[in-house]
Nanobody
């Protein structure tokens, strides 16, 4: 239901834009987020965007990343710049959404997209 894309290999200081589209039966999306998980580490929060466009960033990416959202396309983006080797991770998108007016809001995860930053 969540399809992430845009990962790849990039050099130190480079940029990438990740995309994640929610598809299928969707009534409403409350907020969308990006998380990442580096090898041997726990999954960590990266950025979040609410319906009103307000955003939250992890300290590790603040100032280097911008999360945005196209509500018409049910898509969230993460534009990352000034990438560092420590940004290397699998990036996962997340959505808190409702599939129908009668269903409770629930958590959904995308499959992840690999970002590798070479030094």
């Amino acid at each position: 239901q969540l399809q992430a894309s845009g990962g790849g290999l990039v050099q130190f200081g480079g940029s990438l834009r990740l995309s994640c589209t929610a598809s299928g039966r969707i009534f409403s999306i409350n907020n969308m987020r990006w998380y990442r998980q580096a090898p041997g580490k726990q999954r960590e929060f990266v950025a979040q965007i609410f319906n009103d466009g307000s955003t939250i960033y992890a300290d590790s990416v603040r100032g280097r990343s911008t999360i945005s959202r196209d509500n018409a396309k049910n898509t969230v983006y993460l534009q990352m710049s000034s990438l560092k080797p420590e940004d290397t991770a699998v990036y996962y998108c997340y959505a808190l959404l409702r599939t129908a007016v009668t269903t409770p809001i629930d958590n959904y995860w995308g499959q992840g997209t690999q970002v590798t930053v070479s030094s």
